[in-house]
């Protein structure tokens, strides 16, 4: 019998996949024993839990800001709408650009849900679950051994990404064009 997967779309914030799968596999433990069909088992033996990580895409971005020459309220500018932002706004984005270094609160978790709302970087986020969801598919022999499960901003994440996998219209992929189809590729949850 195929292992099944659960695919876990994380929130903002930095995460690794060894601290997602333990935080998960914690939750289930600690459900687990509440009921006394389940108390005995191991999550490991039931499932595979699949982190899915996007953080490094916006790190990545966030550095590249540090040493660009071209200031961050500059690059706010250019983004649709974002114009008209008020000059106590620009002067805020500007004592920020200075510190997108350094590991704030701000610049590890609410810079992720802006960059992921405002940038072309959605999606290249999008693009990388929509391939974990198909590797998953292949590696559990068949969608109905996928579970998925977005949390926080992942939620968001997953909900766009299925949308546009199980869209009209095929998304370009490393060069393939994917498409999953709602009843051939439906997944077995979606959490």
Same mark, same amino acid.
């Given at each position: ?14 995460? #690794? ?12 433990? +600690?459900?687990?024993? @509440?009921?006394?069909? *389940?108390? &005995?088992?191991?999550?490991? &033996? ?10 490094? !895409?916006?790190? +990545?971005? $966030?550095?590249? $800001?540090?040493?660009? %020459? ?25 004592? /920020?650009? #200075?510190?997108?270094?350094?590991? #704030? ?5 609410? /810079?992720?849900?802006? /960059?992921?709302?405002? +940038?072309?970087?959605?999606? @290249? ?11 998953? !598919?292949? &590696?559990?022999?068949?969608? #109905? %051994? ?6 926080? *901003?992942?939620?968001?994440? *997953?909900?766009? +990404? /299925? ?7 095929? !998304? ?13 590729? $439906? *997944?077995?949850? !979606?959490?």
């Amino acid at each position: 019998m195929a292992r099944k997967h659960l695919l876990v779309v994380h929130g903002m914030g930095q995460h #690794t996949d060894e601290s997602v799968k333990a935080e998960v596999a914690d939750a289930f433990t +600690t459900a687990f024993s @509440r009921y006394a069909s *389940l108390k &005995d088992k191991k999550v490991a &033996d039931l499932m595979e839990i699949v982190p899915v990580s996007y953080a490094e !895409i916006f790190e +990545t971005f $966030r550095q590249q $800001r540090t040493t660009s %020459n071209e200031g961050l309220s500059k690059w706010l500018a250019g983004i649709n709408g974002m114009q008209s932002l008020p000059l106590q706004a620009v002067a805020e984005v500007n004592d /920020l650009e #200075t510190s997108l270094a350094e590991d #704030t609160f701000f610049n590890t978790h609410w /810079l992720d849900v802006l /960059l992921y709302r405002f +940038t072309f970087l959605s999606e @290249r986020v999008r693009l990388k679950v929509a391939a974990a969801v198909g590797k998953s !598919i292949v &590696d559990a022999q068949g969608s #109905t %051994n996928v579970h998925v499960l977005g949390h926080s *901003l992942g939620t968001a994440v *997953l909900h766009d +990404t /299925l949308a546009k996998a199980y869209g009209p219209e095929n !998304i370009e992929l490393d060069g393939k064009a994917i498409n999953l189809n709602s009843v051939s590729d $439906r *997944l077995a949850g !979606i959490h």
